[in-house]
C-alpha cells in the first residue's frame, strides 16, 4: 500500500485570516514543500513535517478558481473538508463575537466527528475577546493564534502532532496504484471503464470507502494493476462550476494513495490553471505523472500537424514538470488506450532504479568542471560527493560546504544532468543539500548537551 499522510483541513469564514494562517504554518518548517521559481501554481496546499510527524495542510479559502465568479457556499467547503480531512481547523476573528456562520460551521464541523480545533487568529489585535465568548461554539480544544506575529503556531503544530500518528515505515506490496486525476467532465469514468474493460482477467471490483472513489484491480502482463477513478466526487443536479467543485481534498487523497498519476485533460479544453495545480499537488507528493489528453476523438481536423501543433504548447504550459510524458487518447476509439498500462509500469520501473555511487560522484565533478557553481566575492559553494538514498521518488543527497550560497538554478541544472544520464521520464526525482560545516557544528553542539546533562545528573 502506498503511504498515506493525514490531511489537516483550515476552514472559516472569509476574512478571518485562514490563507495568512495557512503560510505561516507551511513556512514555519523548513523541510516543507519547496515553491521553486518560474512555477506559475498557487499552492493551496504544503506539506508540513514536524517533530517526526508529516501531514498535508489544506487551505479551504485557495479552492477558488480565481478565474472563476462562482461562489461555493460555505457548506460545501466544510461539508468536503469534513469528509476527506484527519483533523479540522476552524478559524474565527477574535475581535469579532461569533455569528451565526460561524455557529455553522462549528456545528458541521463538530458533526464530522473528526478531531476539531478552534483557532480564534488575530490575538494580537487590541479589539480581542476573551476565550471564554468562543466557548459558545461547542469545540473544546481553543487556540489564541496570530498568522501576523507568529503566535500559537507551535501550540497549533504541538496538538496537531499529538493526535497524528508519527510517520511510520509502510511495507510496500506488488500492486501498481494507477489514479486518474482531473477536472470534472474531462473523460475519467470513461477511461476507467474502458482500461478495465480492455482487461480479462478482472479480480475485484470494489467501490471505495468515501463517495468520490472507485477501484477496479486488474492483471496487465505480470502486474496487478490498482485503477483508482476519481470521477464521482460530483453532487447531482448541481452544475460542476470552479475548483471549489473539484474536490481538492478528496483528490488528495487519490493522489497520495498512488504510485502513478494520470492528469487527464479534455482535449477541447487545454492548460487551466487549475490543471497546472494539480500537477504541482502530484509532483510535490512525489508520483510519478503523465499527462493524458482525452476525448482526441472530438478534435475537428485532428491529425499528426495538429498533435505537433498543441503538444509543445502543453509542454510550455507544465514547464515545471518537463518530465512528464504527453499521450494523446480516445476511450470511444480507443486509441493509446491500452498503451497506458505499458506507460505506468515503464514509469513505475524508472521510479525504482539504483544509482551507482560512483557513477553519481563522476556526473558531480564533471558538471563542476563544466559549469563551476557561482557564489560571493569571497566564499563559493563546494561541493564533494552525492548520494542516492531512495526511490519511488528518486532522491539524492549532496554534501558539500557552504552550499546556503548554493542558487536554485543550480539546483535545476543538477537534475538536468541527472536526467540527461539517467531516464527519469514520467517521475520527479529529490534533491537534499547537506553542509557538513552545519552537520559538524550540531554534532558538537549535541555532544555539549549531553555532557552538560551528564554532568548535572552526577551534581
Not at 476574512?15 to 512555477?39: C, D, H, M, P, Y
Not at 482525452?294 to 478534435?299: E, F, N, P, R
Not at 532522491?395 to 543550480?410: A, D, E, R, T
Request: charged share 30%; glycine share 6%.
Amino acid at each position: 500500500m502506498a503511504s498515506k499522510l493525514p490531511t489537516v483541513a483550515i476552514i472559516g469564514q472569509a476574512n478571518v485570516g485562514k490563507s495568512s494562517l495557512f503560510n505561516r504554518l507551511v513556512r514555519s518548517q523548513q523541510a516543507i514543500v519547496a515553491r521553486e521559481a518560474g512555477t506559475t501554481r498557487d499552492n493551496v496546499i504544503g506539506r508540513v513535517e514536524y517533530q517526526k510527524h508529516s501531514f498535508w495542510l489544506v487551505d479551504t479559502a485557495g479552492l477558488k478558481d480565481p478565474e472563476d465568479d462562482f461562489e461555493a457556499l460555505i457548506q460545501d467547503q466544510i461539508e468536503e473538508a469534513a469528509a476527506a480531512a484527519d483533523i479540522i481547523l476552524v478559524v474565527v476573528d477574535s475581535s469579532q463575537y461569533p455569528s451565526d456562520s460561524d455557529r455553522l460551521v462549528a456545528k458541521k464541523a463538530l458533526r464530522s466527528k473528526k478531531p476539531v480545533i478552534l483557532l480564534t487568529n488575530k490575538a494580537d489585535l487590541k479589539e480581542s475577546l476573551p476565550i471564554d465568548e468562543f466557548r459558545k461554539l461547542g469545540i473544546k480544544e481553543i487556540i489564541r493564534t496570530s498568522a501576523e506575529h507568529n503566535q500559537g503556531i507551535v501550540d497549533v503544530l504541538d496538538t496537531i502532532v499529538d493526535i497524528i500518528p508519527a510517520k511510520s515505515e509502510y511495507i510496500p506490496d506488488d500492486i501498481l496504484r494507477v489514479a486518474l486525476i482531473g477536472r470534472p467532465n474531462v473523460g475519467k469514468s470513461y477511461l476507467f471503464n474502458t482500461l478495465a474493460g480492455k482487461q480479462q482477467a478482472i479480480v475485484a471490483n470494489v467501490a471505495g470507502t468515501t463517495r468520490d472513489v472507485n477501484r477496479i484491480s486488474t492483471r496487465y502482463g505480470d502486474r496487478d494493476i490498482e485503477l483508482i477513478d476519481t470521477a464521482g466526487m460530483r453532487k447531482p443536479g448541481k452544475q460542476e462550476v470552479g475548483i471549489e467543485k473539484f474536490s481538492v481534498l478528496r483528490t488528495l487523497a487519490a493522489i497520495e494513495e498512488s504510485d502513478i498519476c494520470f492528469l487527464l485533460m479534455d482535449a477541447n479544453e487545454l492548460n487551466t490553471q487549475l490543471d497546472q495545480r494539480i500537477a504541482g499537488i502530484i509532483d510535490e507528493a512525489g508520483k510519478g505523472m503523465a499527462i493524458v489528453i482525452s476525448k482526441w476523438d472530438s478534435v475537428e481536423g485532428k491529425d499528426a500537424y495538429t498533435r505537433d501543433e498543441i503538444a509543445p504548447k502543453i509542454t510550455r504550459t507544465f514547464d515545471f514538470t518537463p518530465w512528464a510524458p504527453l499521450i494523446f487518447t480516445s476511450a470511444v476509439t480507443g486509441q493509446n488506450v491500452t498503451k497506458l498500462f505499458d506507460l505506468a509500469i515503464d514509469i513505475d520501473n524508472r521510479r525504482k532504479q539504483q544509482t551507482k555511487t560512483r557513477v553519481l560522484n563522476d556526473l558531480l565533478q564533471e558538471s563542476i568542471k563544466r559549469h563551476p557553481p557561482a557564489g560571493l566575492k569571497n566564499t563559493h559553494p563546494k561541493l564533494r560527493y552525492m548520494v542516492q538514498t531512495d526511490t519511488t521518488p528518486p532522491w539524492f543527497v549532496i554534501y558539500g560546504s557552504n552550499l546556503k550560497f548554493l542558487h536554485w538554478s543550480y539546483k535545476r541544472f543538477l537534475e538536468r544532468q541527472v536526467r540527461e544520464t539517467y531516464n527519469y521520464t514520467g517521475t520527479p526525482i529529490k534533491f537534499s543539500f547537506r553542509d557538513e560545516k552545519q552537520i559538524k557544528a550540531n554534532r558538537k553542539k549535541a555532544q555539549l548537551e549531553k555532557e552538560k546533562l551528564a554532568h548535572e545528573s552526577e551534581e
